[in-house]
């Protein structure tokens, strides 16, 4: 059998396509709290600002805030669950340890630091 064909791919158990799902889905969720951070942040004070005159905003958007909040949250839950789900799996068939969870649990965790040590 080849490695990679549907066959083997119609034989992986139920929680190795939980997992596989939850980390898609996990990662557009940080996609999507990353799109809203771009939009909630504090806009910068540049050159051009200065001399024209142009007004920036020097707060964070308090709807879209807690939107970026709201959306790192649920991103840190399901990256939770899904390296819960890695670690059963791991030590029942010596499967492998899946490293995009852990590297979006600290991602998120990073985002949410970001947001609570600016706002103060």
């Known amino acids: 059998m080849r490695v990679g064909s549907v066959r083997e791919l119609k034989q992986l158990s139920f929680w190795t396509r939980v997992l596989g799902w939850l980390s898609i889905v996990g990662w557009i969720i940080f996609i999507a709290a990353l799109?809203?951070?771009?939009?909630?942040?504090?806009?910068?004070?540049?050159?051009?600002?200065?001399?024209?005159?142009?007004?920036?905003?020097?707060?964070?958007?308090?709807?879209?805030?807690?939107?970026?909040?709201?959306?790192?949250?649920?991103?840190?839950?399901?990256?939770?669950?899904?390296f819960t789900i890695n670690l059963v799996l791991f030590s029942q068939n010596r499967q492998h340890l899946w490293l995009n969870n852990l590297i979006l649990i600290f991602t998120c965790v990073g985002g949410l630091a970001l947001y609570f040590l600016t706002t103060v």
């Open 35 to 82: 799109v809203v951070y771009h939009y909630a942040r504090p806009e910068h004070d540049t050159l051009l600002t200065e001399i024209f005159g142009i007004s920036v905003r020097d707060y964070w958007h308090i709807t879209l805030g807690e939107l970026f909040i709201v959306l790192l949250m649920f991103g840190l839950l399901i990256s939770l669950i899904a």
